[in-house]
Each structure stands twice: as structure tokens, then as C-alpha cells.
């Protein structure tokens, strides 16, 4: 058949007698003219490219859309497309019923269409090129289409073609749009002068894209970009190349910043304030604030919604079209006869919406357009509730700062509350915003669901929409029920994590002591009782998932029943599948509903809560100190530290080093006026209870000098510093600050010191987590000679030495701890270093010793502060330094007793001065016995110990990453990538069998068994409503109600077996779950406890404990619900993929790219997924460390006026978690919007399939409504993976402890063997012993060989890392002894099981270890012995009088770490612990270490009394403990020296020992 334009079948067709314009084929052509002319111009402009006339402003990714009306144009350019298409689709049905083929009907269509879509195109090359002159040619083409659509549309009108007729809306629709995209080009012509006029005006990009570090870039991209999340291929295809980190995602862009938001919300609240403030008992409401701060982007996501809601209807009611227009082809076969004349071939809607493939391709932009409004919808929600959350973050921290000191310390605010305001009220809040446009919509959806049903079925569909709704409680219920079993694990499982923690502190000593399975079973039963609620949880969980799976069976079977048995025409299958993915839509909004209420309480307790947090006391203003305190949010933007010009840079750096060194000449000159820094007069302050702590202060600090505050403890000394630094309630007087003298020298006041701030250092010490160096400089200006100085006065330079990182080291929360001393001496170093005109020290000597504190006096405070002249006020209880001050307050119950000079007391009051001598010669006394007790050294050992395994984390975290089998391979980049992108299916395999083989098949028949009968439930329903229509001679009544009651009973026994297999599905998930976290859990704390001790030496702490409570609780809570959910979605896929193909095969061959292309999707998905996971994961720490440090140390950033730094930094720390949040949510945003469309193809290749194979109405019904469903769960499929894929990390790292070797618990001999008694003398012989800790490493004893008689006391000593410890821990075979042996008593100990060689012997550690319980389960956790030997044991250790005074005696309360006993007491208790063991060997490993010389003493003497008949092994820290022993052994590295008698030894001038023993003396 040849083609003609105008069809070739009608003669008139070329006719023009009736004039030109009266043909229509004519003004078909003419309307070609326009659209061509558009190609032509704009083509070459296309591929030619821009040449050198791009624009000159360089700014970023060309995202710059700045024509006015933008998106206006972009929505008019979709429409007109989407109108195009409808032309063209109207077009070709018209054609189908001429007798040739008529192209003028749709040629110029299609045209029309490739032209707008150029036109876009084109337009937004000009606008990101900048290159306005071009927009003539657009300009030109919208007029000349707008007269042509005219002309073409006046002459319908003449014609006088009927309004319904499809071809007259087309064009009227059309005519308009291009009047209004001529209207927007003329707009952006006259706005910005631009083609035509001569100078066109000029306009700068926003600040974002001149900022390359801004990457979030959703806020700046075209209309298509922001829908489909284009600009994020970039980021997550990089993924795949690198791992995503902070970097890569850049900054937030300012809208988004917590700044921004906070001054938006700060001032919708203070209006709120304004309103109430007339009415005091109303609070100002945030709610109301949160609306004017939030309310517009919320009323835009819920627009999104609703249309994304009402589009979503456009599915069942195609399904409904296209099956009813099978039916009606297949009935009807004979066709209409076929249109003459073209003239008349004018369509209807009706008709043409008859027509099923029109249905089809609507169906598909139907989906196109819900999912692409969904997706918009729940993105905008984010974008709001993270804007929220960070003005809130916000509100909170400046309140914190802002927050009355009596609120905190008496207990109206607890830290606690603070962090959960920070943690979790917050967080509800956000969700809240998430899922708030559910409230609204739910019910429209509801509701139109329900008219849609009763229009399909009537009354029947009444009765499933009610089991709906009556059902929908139980879910709320079961909710709620979740949250409280939720609540009650934890409880049990900080309860698990403490005891836990405990045993790997204590470790060692439980391993010594044959212990570890006492502690063991005390986890083991804490973890029953929180695996019996973790029972309850999955209960819940799976009832939850089951009633989600089983009310859309109940309901469409009760329907289906009820339809079948009252109404008399028989089910048709266009209303079965239509009803049935009715239903579909139904049930998610019934099931969120539950969801939804339940966040929407916890969010008006969550703002309940924020008020009255917002609205409780604050700090008074204090003006006095000066300009700073009215330091806005604003400043806070642009200055980063306080005071930048610390040192001046004009002058030499020599004068200053001189002016450093000059000695202080200071002359004692009464004290005028002028000379005083702070004068408090007739001060009464309280702590906000309204009674004065402090009364009737007059008191004055001398400028320059050094000041003292002497009394007893709790006499107000301490509150006095908070009252002068304002944090205390004034009650009456007046704290007045000088200002700075005028009279100083010139290089004083040219090193310009931040004149308000005070240097404080509290008494409880404070640190920031961060490292030491920035904690000593606390944001000043870092100058090395002052660090040096600093760090040397307070000698921390041998403590930072020991620190892996040196002064780089972090320290707090995430790093390392340190010691209270340690603490102490940086906070001290912190307020020295500071460039301040006022330091006040409060007690900064209680936790050093002897030698540190004069250190600190003379070094710091006599020569650093006084050479600096700067006023120092000293708090202090250390009496003997009060000759060093120039004036002294004297303070007794919240008095001032005495002020002045030393003189002037000891001349007024001498019965104080008398007073004070006696106290000060009793310290002197103390002072000697402290020289021994070294405690710093002690200090700085145990942080040693803490360090030295640091060089193995970082190969334990190695393993941990990689799987064993990759470690050979060669790191090159490749392997990363792959190991990037494959799912760790083996650790997936290995997490299924540690559930058992049993409930694992179980888990997978009965979810395959469900799945099948889920789909011959649908399968029946298709063949049922198919038979019924096939039309039957009217005589068999009787046969077809038989039918009918087969149909309906099979049915309904199908659906009850897929309700119950649903029930059991969920609950073997959950179960299956369980067994395998306990299993997992059972097995990490056996290994674990049995493990080599020098595992716990190599591994961080931190690192195990991770193990038992983030991975942990993953593996106990998260994955079951994943991997339920991850096989769910699965499967149904599946399972609609296979009936699609079983009713169109064809449909399999369009599956393969689509296949291929969802393969790549998830593929890229997941890795970055996973890095934006970690990334979100790791920036919300520091961010919550953030908020309770700064409520933690709240006085000291007060009294130093460093807040603004700190809201710097809050605003710094909460824009990274949000940036990081932000990016993860997009990239959801980009899979959904993906997996979407790919879903959307998959509809609309089954519906053309299925319509080109016509088979059976009822199979195409079945086939859609599975195309629909699988739109739903692609997603989910990816999601769950990704999921899954992080989750399954906590798996691997559990069993990468698992694989570690245990210690050989088993002897040669038999338990039994082993006499009852042994060993009964304690004799030991020790022959050519070698010992190394693990068999790659070095021997630490090399051939030692001694022989150690029976009840002998022997003492071993040598420097430190000679192998003394390890020699008393071969005694144990705690270390790997590789040759030579030990004997006692003739029996080898190598060759006896461990635990009951270690039950036998004793050994009192260097560190005191106690645990949480009573002093009874201290001494004897196993419960063996009488009371009377435990009294007897406590009286040796000379601790019987202080157990007795306790409540309960011997079942008195030991806090964690026996923290309510002093250090000295808790080494008697554990001298205690080896007397309760009877045992004829006793080793003491440095036991007096950390003992006054007067405890030592006694512990000699017991030693001497009580063990005079057993052999003891002491290892001296303190040489002269041991010269009262038998034999002295004096070891070096690893290998004897001298082995004698001390006496002997001592003979010896040159010998070891003696030079030892006078280094000690």
C-alpha cells in the first residue's frame, strides 16, 4: 500500500475550492512548518556545541538555572508532551478505521513532539551556558506554533465539531499552552533585556555554586534532574571507584545549615512568646512555632502526596478497562465498518479511552507520575525534618549554655535528660515530619479506596473494607506491645554489657583465680532473661508482619464470599482484579496508620518535654563582665577564636622572650584602689533554693598577685570562685571586675588579652574528647615555646611520651582514658596556657602528689603565672604553700573568717595562725611517707599497660575487614572494588546454620509454601471469574450454583491455609532469628573467657565490648526483621514475574534488559549506600560527645567566655551528621525513583504483551495486578540487601573472634588423679625454664633455673620488662612455657588441667580488682567457705573493725570497680582473697605498689605471721620490701643474675641489688 500524506483512498483530499484553509489535510501540513523550522535552526547550534562563547563566569557543575520562570516552563514543556502524546495516540486510532493510511492524522504529532522535546533541550543549554541571545529562535518557534494551533482550531470551530469530541480538546489544550510558554519567553525577555535590548542586565550565581566544597546539589538542578535525582549518579557511580567520605559529599548548602534554621525557628518561637507572655499560666507552643518556621515546604510534600495518592487509583481502574475491553473483544467479534470519509473521523474520549492499548500507556504514565510525586513527596519531608532537627539541635545547645548552674547540681536537669533531649527527643520530632503528611493523606486514600469498591462490587465491598478497619487495632495494640518489650531488653541487656564489662576488666584475675565460669554463668543467666523478652519482641514482630500479610486475604475473601452469595450476576474478572489491587492499595495506609499514631503521641511528649526544658531557669546576665556576653549568633559566623592576635607581630620575637624572662620585681605596696582585678561587696549568693550558701561576703583580689582560699571542706571555698564567675544567684551585693590598669608595661598590654575571660580549673577536671594538645590550648593560638613551658611546669611531657600519638592522642569518650592525676595536670595546663589577666585554680593539687604538687607550685604558678603578672586565685588544702601568697581569704561556713597577708594573720588572729602550723606539721609528716608512695609512676605504668596493645589493633581491625581467604591476595585496586561490591554470602550461610539446619529448611518450605498458595489463591480467583462468564444455556441453575459453592469453598480454603502459613512463616523467621543470636552470643562469651591472656593484652578493650553490644544487638534485633522482609519481597517478585510469564511468555524476552538494568542499579546502590550508612553512623557520635561534654564542663566554658567557639563548633559537627543524613536519604530517593520506573516498564511491557497474545481476560487481570505489586517491592528488595549487607557485618566480626585459638583447658592428668591436698608442702622447682607470650614472638625467660624450698619467702626483682611478672605468671601457664618445667611438690605442672592448677595456688595482683556484689562474693564467689574463715581472712587484713561499721556486715554493697573503697582498702581486700584460699603458695605481684607506707607495714607483718609456714613469692616494685625475705632473685632481661640470700647480696659492693637498695633509700 503506498503512503500519501493525506491518505490516498479520498479523492477530495487535495481539494481547495472550498478555499485553502477549509482542508483539513492543508492545516495538518501547516502545522508541520513550525516545528521543522525549530530542528533546522537548533540542530547545528546542538552539535556543533557552544565554541568559545561560553559564559565568563567559571562556577560549578553548570547548574546555574537563573531565567525567570523556570519551572514554570519546565511543568508547561511536560504537559504539552504529555498532551503531544495523547495527539499522537488519537491519531493513529483514528487511523486504524480509515481504509488507508492517513499520515496528516499523527505525522505532525510526532513531530510536534520531537520538537518540544528539543526545545527543553536546547533551553537549557542556553540557560547553563549563559548564552541569553539564543532564545530568539525559541521565541520565534512559540509564536509561529501559537498561530498555526489557531488557525487549525477556528476552523474545528466552523466546522462545527462538538465540544466531546477528543480532536477539539487537543488542540483548544494546545492553543492555550503555547500562549503561555510564549507568555514565559516574553517574560524572561522583558525581565533581563535580554535579545533585543542592548545592555542585558547582570546577575551573579548564588553563593552555593560559587562554593566548590557545596556538592548537595538538589536545590540548584533542573525540574527532570530533581525528580529522577540525576546529579546523584555522579556521587554513587565514584562510589564504586572510592569509598564515599566526608569529603566527597561536601557541605551543606546555606539553606539547609542549623544556623539558618535556627534564627528561623528561634523567631517564630519568640513571637510564640510574645503572645503567651500577657497570660501566664499558657506556654508558648512550639508546635505553632515549628508550623510558621516549617509549615510551607509540609504543605507542598502533602500536595505531592495527595496527587501521588489519587494517581495511584489510575491502576486498578486501567486493570478494570483493559480486562472489561478483552471481554467485550472476544464477545463481540464482528467489528464497525470502517470510516469513509476522513473529514468525519472524528473520535470520542469515550471511544478513545475504550481502546486497551491507550489503557496500557496511560497505566504507564500514570505510574511514571505517582511514583515520581511520591518520591518528591517523601524527599521534601526529609529535606524538612533534617532543616528541623538542626534548629532544634540548635535551640537545645544555646539553652545548655545558657542553663542556670543550680538547675544542673540540683538535680532538676539531669545530664541524663539532656543527652535524651539531644538522642532522642529530636530524632521523634524528625520522624514525626516524615511521616507526617501520612496523617493527612491516609484518610482521602481510605475513603476514595472505599468509593471505588462499592462502585466495583456494592455492598460487599463494604464488608472486606470493614474487616479492614475493625482489624487495624490489633496492629496499634501490637505496636505499642513492640515498644515495651523493645524497652525492657535493653534494661537487660545494659545489665549483660555491665557484667560483661567487668569480667574482661577483671580478666586476668578471674583466669588466676579459676573463676571465669562462676562470672560466665552470672552473664549467661542475665542473657536468659533478656533473650525471654527478645522473645516477646519477635512475638510481636512476626504477629505484625503476619496480620500486614493476612488482612488483605481476609478481607478480599470476605468480600468475594458475600458478592458471591447475594448478588445474582456473576463475578466478572475486570472487577475481581480491579477490587483486588484495590485492596492492595488499601492495606499499606491501615497499616502505616498504627505507625503513624504512635510517632504522633511520642511527639507531643517530645514537645512537652522540649518546652519545659526551653523554658527553665537561666544564668542571670552578667554585664558586668564585660562586652562579650551580647556576642550574637551573627559574629559567631565570621570569628573562630576569641582572640587571634595573641602575640604581637610587630615586635621581635626577642623583646617578648626577654619581657618572658625578666625575674618579677615586685614591690609590696598597700593596695590602692586601682590595684584590685575583683571586689565583692555585701555578697549573699545562693544555689537557687533561696537560702544563701554564702553570707555576708566583703572580700578583694589584688591585681597581679597571687591569692589563697584556705578552710575545711565544704566551706564554700569552691562556691566562692563559681560566685565571683557569676554561675551562683545573687541574692543581694555586688561582684565588681576592675578593668584592665592603665600603668602596666607596654608589652603587656600589646599582647591583647581577652580582658573578661577567666582562666578556670575546676576541681573535677574536665576534657574535651579531642587531642591533648587541643585540650591544653583550648582554641588560643598555638605558640610552641609557651606549650613547652606550660606542659613542662605541670610535668605532663613523661605522660604524653607514653601516648601513642604524643600530644596528638585523642583522650575521652573515644580516646584513651587517663588516669585522675593525668586529668588534673591538663586542666591546670589549660588554664596556665590561656592568655587571660585572671586564673582561678580550684584545688588544683587533690589528686597529685608530693612531688608533682611542688612541681606545679614552683614551675607554674610562682615562676610562669607571676613572671605573666597575672591575678591568681588558688583554692587549696595544702597548707604548707601559704608562705608563697600575697593575700589570704579564710573562709568557715560560707564565711569569710580572715583577710589579708600572711602578717597580718599571724599578728591578728594567732590562735588561726597556730591552728594552721599544727595542720601544716602534720602534712609534713604525711609528706614523708607519700615520697615512697611514688604515685605518679603508678600512674604512668598502668597508662603503659593501656598503651602497649595499641600496635596490634591495628591489625586485629585488619582482620576484621578482610575475609580470611582474600588475605593472600594482593591489595591491588581491583580486589578492593570486588570485595566492595559482593555480598558477603558466606558470613549470610554461616549466620542461617547457627540457627540449625532444622529451622532453617523449616524457614525456607514454609515461606516458598506460602508464597505458592498465595498465588493459587489469585490464580483460583482468575480461573473462577473467567469460567463464570463463558455464557451457558439458562436450564442449569442448579448446575451452576454447585459450581458456585465448589468455586467459593475452595477458595475460601485456600485462603484460611495461606493466613495460617502466614502466621507460621513470620514466626519461624523470628525464631530461627533468636536461636541463632543466642547460639552467637553463647558461643563469642565462651571463647572469649577461654582465650589466651595475651589476647586481652593485644586487643582494646573497647573493641571486645563492641563485639557484645552493637553487633550484638544487631544480630538480636535487626536482622531477623531484614532478612524476613529481604525474602518477603523476594519472593513475591518472584512470584509475580512467574504468573506474568505463565499468561504472556512473550513477556520473558522483554525481562532481560530490564533484568540487566535492575542488576546494575542495586549493584552501584549498595556500596554507597553502605559508605553514607557508615557515614551517618560515625559523624552522629561526636555530635551527641558534643552536647554532654559541653553540659559536663559548662562552668569552665562560662568562666573562659569561650561559648561562642563552642556553638561553632555544634553548628559544624550537626551540619556534617545532617549532610551525611541527607546524602543517604537522597541516594534512597535515587534507587526508589529507579526501581520505580523499571517497575513502570515492567507494567506496561505486560500489559502490551498480554493485549498482543490475547489469552484469557481473567489470566491479563491476573498478570497486571502481579505487574503492580512488583512496582511496590523492587525497592524494598534493594533496600533490604543493602540492609542486610551492613547487618551481616556484625556477624562477620562475632566470628572473627570465634576463630581464635583458646587456651588448652585439658591436662594429661586426670582431675582425679591429683591428690586432694597438693600441693601440701610447696616446694618448687624451676628447671631451665623458657617462656614466650605467643610462639611468634620472643622468649621473654630464657634458662631460668631455681629451687625454692618449702615455706621459704622469696623476693624477685629487677627493672621494669625483666621478666619478672611473666615469671610469676608461668606459675600459672598463663604465658606459652615451650621448654624446660616447673614442678611443685613433684608433680609437673604442665601436665595438669588448667583450672585445677589454678584453683590451687594464689596470687595477689599488682592492681586491687574488685567486683560489683557484696564483700562475701568478693571474697569467695564460689561460695565454699564459712563465715568465720571468711572474718578470720578480712581480720589478717586488717580490715574486720571497717566491714563490721558497714550496713550488712560481709554483705555490704561493692560498687562497680570498687569505687566506694580507697585504693589501699581494696588491696587489703584482695590480700584477704588469697588468705580465704587456703593454699601453701602465695605470689604477690608488686602488690604494695599502690599502698601508704603504713598499710605496707602491715601487710608485711601478716605476711611474716600469718603465712609463716607457706612458700611466698614476692615481686618487688620497692626493693625494700624484700630484704627481709629468705632468698633475693634479681632478674634481667629474662635470664638470672644473682641468686642469694639478701645479706649476702648486699655484701656485694658492685652488685646489682646493692645498687638498687641505695637508689631506694
Same mark, same amino acid.
Given at each position: ?114 520538537a518540544a522535546t528539543v526545545s527543553i533541550v536546547y533551553y537549557h543549554n542556553i540557560e547553563t551556558s549563559n548564552f541569553p541571545k539564543l532564545l530568539l529562535a525559541l521565541f520565534l518557534y512559540w509564536i509561529m506554533a501559537f498561530v498555526t494551533k489557531t488557525i487549525k482550531l477556528v476552523r474545528y470551530c466552523q466546522d462545527g465539531v462538538p465540544f466531546s469530541q477528543l480532536r477539539f480538546c487537543i488542540t483548544g489544550i494546545m492553543v492555550i499552552l503555547y500562549g503561555l510558554l510564549m507568555a514565559v519567553e516574553i517574560n524572561v525577555i522583558r525581565v533581563r533585556k535580554y535579545v533585543f535590548f542592548t545592555n542585558p542586565q547582570k546577575v551573579k550565581p548564588p553563593e552555593d555554586l560559587q562554593d566548590l566544597g557545596v556538592r548537595f546539589l538538589q536545590p540548584f538542578v533542573n525540574l527532570l534532574s530533581k525528580a529522577t535525582y540525576w546529579w546523584m549518579n555522579t556521587l554513587i557511580i565514584s562510589a564504586h571507584k572510592k569509598p564515599v567520605d566526608l569529603k566527597a559529599i561536601g557541605k551543606l548548602p546555606i539553606a539547609m545549615r542549623a544556623l539558618t534554621n535556627y534564627v528561623c525557628l528561634k523567631e517564630a518561637y519568640e513571637e510564640q512568646k510574645k503572645k503567651v507572655a500577657d497570660q501566664p499560666n499558657r506556654s508558648p507552643s512550639i508546635w505553632l512555632a515549628m508550623y510558621s518556621a516549617f509549615g510551607r515546604p509540609i504543605l507542598l510534600s502533602s500536595t505531592f502526596r495527595y496527587l501521588a495518592d489519587l494517581l495511584g487509583f489510575a491502576g486498578p481502574l486501567c486493570i478494570s478497562g483493559i ?369 544563701a550558701t554564702l553570707s555576708n561576703i566583703n572580700i578583694r583580689i589584688p591585681t597581679g598577685q597571687m591569692t589563697m582560699i584556705v578552710g575545711q571542706v565544704g566551706c564554700g571555698k569552691s562556691s566562692l570562685l563559681l560566685a565571683i564567675l557569676g554561675e551562683m544567684q545573687t541574692l543581694e551585693g555586688k561582684v565588681h571586675w576592675s578593668n584592665v590598669n592603665e600603668t602596666e608595661p607596654s608589652f603587656e598590654v600589646s599582647r591583647s588579652r581577652n580582658r573578661y575571660s577567666v582562666a578556670y580549673a575546676a576541681q573535677k577536671p574536665w576534657l574535651l574528647n579531642a587531642t591533648v594538645e587541643e585540650n591544653i590550648i583550648f582554641g588560643s593560638p598555638f605558640n610552641k615555646q609557651r606549650y613547652k613551658a606550660v606542659t613542662d611546669a605541670c610535668s605532663l611531657q613523661p605522660d604524653i611520651d607514653l601516648l601513642p600519638f604524643g600530644d596528638q592522642t585523642e583522650i575521652g569518650e573515644r580516646g584513651i582514658n587517663l588516669s585522675g592525676g593525668q586529668r ?175 529451622? &532453617?529448611?523449616?524457614?525456607?518450605? /514454609?515461606? #516458598? $509454601?506460602?508464597? %505458592?498458595? +498465595?498465588?493459587? *489463591?489469585? =490464580? ?102 531484614? &532478612?524476613?522482609?529481604?525474602?518477603? /519481597?523476594? #519472593? $513475591?517478585?518472584? %512470584?509475580? +514475574?512467574?504468573? *506474568?510469564? =505463565? ?419
Open positions: 500500500m503506498r503512503l500519501a500524506f493525506c491518505g490516498n483512498d479520498n479523492t477530495s483530499a487535495y481539494n481547495i475550492t472550498a478555499g485553502v484553509l477549509r482542508n483539513v489535510c492543508f492545516v495538518d501540513a501547516l502545522n508541520l512548518v513550525p516545528h521543522v523550522f525549530l530542528l533546522f535552526i537548533t540542530f547545528p547550534i546542538l552539535f556543533i556545541g557552544w565554541g568559545s562563547q561560553s559564559s565568563k563566569v567559571q562556577i560549578h557543575h553548570n547548574t546555574w538555572l537563573h531565567f525567570p520562570g523556570h519551572n514554570l516552563r519546565w511543568i508547561l514543556t511536560f504537559t504539552l508532551l504529555f498532551v503531544h502524546v495523547c495527539e499522537i495516540a488519537e491519531g493513529i486510532v483514528s487511523d486504524t478505521q480509515m481504509k488507508s493510511r492517513h499520515l496528516h492524522l499523527f505525522l505532525p504529532a510526532i513531530i510536534g513532539f520531537v480486562v472489561q475491553g478483552f471481554q467485550d473483544t472476544t464477545n463481540n467479534t464482528n467489528t464497525t465498518e470502517k470510516m469513509q470519509d476522513p473529514s468525519n473521523s472524528y473520535l470520542s474520549s469515550e471511544a478513545f479511552l475504550r481502546n486497551v492499548y491507550v489503557l496500557a500507556v496511560l497505566l504507564f504514565l500514570a505510574l511514571i507520575l505517582q511514583r515520581t510525586f511520591l518520591q518528591a513527596s517523601y524527599y521534601v519531608t526529609t529535606e524538612t525534618g533534617i532543616n528541623l532537627r538542626g534548629a532544634l539541635l540548635a535551640m537545645i545547645y544555646n539553652k545548655i549554655l545558657r542553663l542556670s548552674t543550680s538547675n544542673l547540681s540540683m538535680g532538676e536537669m539531669t545530664l541524663g535528660q539532656i543527652n535524651n533531649l539531644v538522642a532522642i527527643e529530636t530524632n521523634q520530632l524528625m520522624w514525626f515530619l516524615f511521616l507526617c503528611p501520612n496523617l493527612w493523606a491516609m484518610p482521602v486514600q481510605i475513603i476514595m479506596g472505599v468509593i471505588l469498591l462499592y462502585n466495583l462490587l456494592g455492598v460487599s465491598a463494604l464488608v472486606g473494607a470493614a474487616v479492614i478497619v475493625l482489624l487495624a487495632p490489633i496492629q496499634y495494640f501490637i505496636a505499642t506491645k513492640l515498644a515495651e518489650a523493645q524497652k525492657s531488653t535493653l534494661d537487660y541487656s545494659t545489665e549483660r554489657l555491665k557484667k560483661t564489662n567487668e569480667i574482661l576488666k577483671g580478666i586476668k584475675l578471674l583466669k588466676l583465680y579459676a573463676w571465669e565460669h562462676i562470672f560466665c554463668t552470672s552473664v549467661e543467666e542475665t542473657r536468659m532473661k533478656e533473650l525471654t523478652s527478645l522473645k516477646t519482641f519477635a512475638l510481636h514482630t512476626s504477629l505484625s508482619i503476619f496480620m500486614n500479610a493476612a488482612i488483605p486475604i481476609a478481607a478480599v475473601l470476605a468480600t468475594f464470599v458475600t458478592y458471591a452469595y447475594t448478588n445474582d450476576k456473576p463475578l466478572q474478572p475486570a472487577q475481581a482484579f480491579a477490587s483486588l489491587s484495590l485492596f492492595h492499595i488499601l492495606v499499606t495506609p491501615l497499616f502505616l496508620l498504627s505507625t503513624v499514631v504512635r510517632f504522633a503521641v511520642k511527639a507531643i511528649v517530645s514537645v512537652q518535654k522540649l518546652n519545659e526544658f526551653l523554658l527553665s531557669d537561666e544564668i542571670g546576665d552578667d554585664s558586668w563582665r564585660g562586652g562579650e556576653s551580647s556576642l550574637t549568633y551573627e559574629s559567631c559566623k565570621k570569628h573562630t577564636g576569641l582572640h587571634t592576635k595573641a602575640i604581637n607581630r610587630r615586635q621581635p620575637l626577642r623583646y617578648q622572650l626577654e619581657s618572658y624572662e625578666q625575674p618579677s620585681r615586685r614591690q609590696t605596696r598597700p593596695l590602692e584602689i586601682d590595684d584590685i582585678a575583683i571586689k565583692v561587696t555585701n555578697g549573699y549568693f545562693s544555689w537557687g533554693s533561696g537560702l588534673q595536670r591538663i586542666c591546670v595546663a589549660r588554664a596556665l596556657y590561656q592568655n587571660t589577666n585572671i586564673v582561678f585554680l580550684d584545688d588544683p593539687f587533690s589528686a597529685l602528689d608530693i612531688h608533682l604538687s611542688d612541681h606545679l607550685m614552683q614551675e607554674g604558678i610562682l615562676k610562669f603565672l607571676q613572671e605573666d603578672k597575672r591575678t591568681l586565685v588558688l583554692v587549696t588544702h595544702k597548707l604548707q604553700y601559704l608562705p608563697h601568697a600575697d593575700w589570704i581569704i579564710a573562709m568557715k561556713d560560707g564565711m569569710v573568717l580572715r583577710e589579708g597577708t600572711l602578717k597580718d594573720i599571724q599578728t591578728k588572729d594567732t590562735e588561726l595562725y597556730e591552728h594552721w602550723k599544727t595542720l601544716m606539721n602534720r602534712q609534713d609528716q604525711e609528706l614523708e611517707k607519700d615520697m615512697e608512695a611514688d604515685q605518679t609512676t603508678l600512674e604512668r605504668k598502668t597508662l603503659r599497660r593501656a598503651m602497649y596493645p595499641r600496635e596490634s589493633k591495628a591489625q586485629l581491625e585488619d582482620e576484621d575487614e578482610e575475609e580470611e581467604e582474600e588475605e593472600d591476595e594482593d591489595d591491588n585496586m581491583s580486589t578492593v572494588l570486588r570485595l566492595r561490591t559482593k555480598m558477603p554470602w558466606k558470613t549470610c550461610w554461616r549466620y542461617l546454620t547457627s540457627g540449625g539446619f532444622f529451622l &532453617l529448611f523449616l524457614m525456607i518450605f /514454609s515461606k #516458598l $509454601l506460602k508464597h %505458592s498458595v +498465595i498465588v493459587a *489463591i489469585d =490464580y483460583w480467583l482468575a480461573t473462577w471469574t473467567s469460567m463464570d462468564n463463558a455464557n451457558e444455556p439458562g436450564n442449569m441453575d442448579d448446575a451452576k450454583s454447585t459450581k458456585k459453592t465448589y468455586h467459593v469453598a475452595v477458595f475460601s480454603i485456600l485462603s484460611g491455609a495461606g493466613i495460617v502459613l502466614c502466621l507460621i512463616t513470620s514466626l519461624t523467621v523470628e525464631w530461627m532469628g533468636l536461636t541463632a543470636a543466642k547460639n552467637l552470643h553463647h558461643n563469642l562469651l565462651n571463647k572469649i573467657i577461654l582465650g589466651p591472656i595475651r589476647f586481652f593484652d593485644t586487643t582494646p578493650l573497647g573493641l571486645i565490648l563492641n563485639r557484645f553490644s552493637a553487633d550484638t544487638n544487631i544480630i538480636d534485633q535487626h536482622i531477623p526483621p531484614t &532478612l524476613e522482609s529481604l525474602t518477603r /519481597s523476594t #519472593l $513475591l517478585c518472584l %512470584s509475580a +514475574i512467574g504468573m *506474568i510469564s =505463565y499468561a504472556t511468555p512473550w513477556f520473558l524476552v522483554a525481562l532481560v534488559p530490564l533484568g540487566i538494568a535492575f542488576y546494575f542499579i542495586q549493584k552501584y546502590f549498595r556500596v554507597a549506600s553502605k559508605d553514607l550508612q557508615e557515614l551517618d553512623d560515625s559523624t552522629q557520635l561526636p555530635l551527641l560527645c558534643h552536647f554532654s561534654e559541653t553540659a559536663e564542663g559548662l562552668t569552665t566554658i562560662r568562666a573562659f567566655r569561650h561559648e561562642a567557639r563552642f556553638k561553632q563548633r555544634m553548628l559544624e559537627l550537626t551540619d556534617t551528621n545532617n549532610i551525611a543524613y541527607l546524602f543517604l536519604s537522597a541516594a534512597n530517593r535515587w534507587l526508589e525513583v529507579r526501581t520505580d520506573y523499571l517497575g513502570a516498564c515492567i507494567v506496561l511491557t505486560a500489559a502490551v504483551t498480554s493485549i498482543t497474545e490475547e489469552p484469557n481476560s481473567g489470566f491479563v487481570g491476573l498478570g497486571l495486578l502481579y505487574a503492580l505489586t512488583i512496582t511496590n517491592y523492587l525497592n524494598w528488595v534493594v533496600r533490604n540487601l543493602a540492609d542486610l549487607e551492613v547487618q551481616m557485618g556484625a556477624v562477620k566480626k562475632v566470628h572473627s573472634f570465634l576463630n581464635m585459638e583458646s587456651e588448652n583447658y585439658e591436662g594429661y592428668l586426670d582431675p582425679s588423679q591429683v591428690p586432694k591436698d597438693w600441693p601440701q608442702e610447696g616446694e618448687i622447682k624451676i628447671e631451665n625454664l623458657c617462656v614466650r607470650y605467643e610462639n611468634n614472638l620472643k622468649p621473654v625467660l630464657k634458662h631460668v633455673k631455681a629451687y625454692i624450698k618449702p615455706g621459704q619467702k622469696v623476693g624477685i626483682c629487677g627493672r621494669t620488662g625483666s621478666g619478672k611478672s611473666s615469671l610469676s605468671l608461668a606459675f600459672f601457664r598463663m604465658v606459652d612455657i615451650f621448654d624446660g618445667r616447673i614442678v611443685i611438690d613433684g608433680i609437673d605442672i604442665s601436665k595438669l588441667p588448667l583450672h585445677t592448677l589454678r584453683s590451687r595456688l594464689s596470687i595477689i595482683l599488682q592492681d586491687p580488682i574488685l567486683f560489683s556484689g557484696s564483700i562475701r562474693f568478693n571474697l569467695d564467689p564460689e561460695c565454699k567457705c564459712t563465715d568465720d574463715r571468711l572474718w578470720e581472712a578480712l581480720e589478717i587484713a586488717q580490715l574486720k573493725n571497717m566491714v563490721k561499721s558497714l550496713p550488712g556486715g560481709l554483705d555490704a554493697v561493692v560498687t562497680e570497680g570498687g569505687e566506694n573503697f580507697s585504693v589501699g582498702q581494696r588491696q587489703l581486700f584482695c590480700l584477704a582473697r588469697a588468705f580465704v584460699r587456703k593454699s601453701s603458695i602465695l605470689i604477690m605481684d608488686e602488690a604494695t605498689a599502690s599502698i601508704d607506707m603504713a598499710t605496707e607495714n602491715i601487710l608485711q607483718k601478716v605476711v611474716m605471721t600469718a603465712f609463716a609456714d607457706r612458700t611466698v613469692v614476692t615481686i618487688a616494685h620497692r626493693v625494700h620490701t624484700i630484704l627481709t625475705a629468705d632468698l633475693v632473685i634479681v632478674m634481667k632481661r629474662g635470664n638470672i643474675l644473682e641468686y642469694d640470700t639478701p645479706e649476702n647480696l648486699l655484701s656485694q659492693e658492685d652488685g646489682i641489688f646493692a645498687s638498687f637498695v641505695r637508689a631506694d633509700m
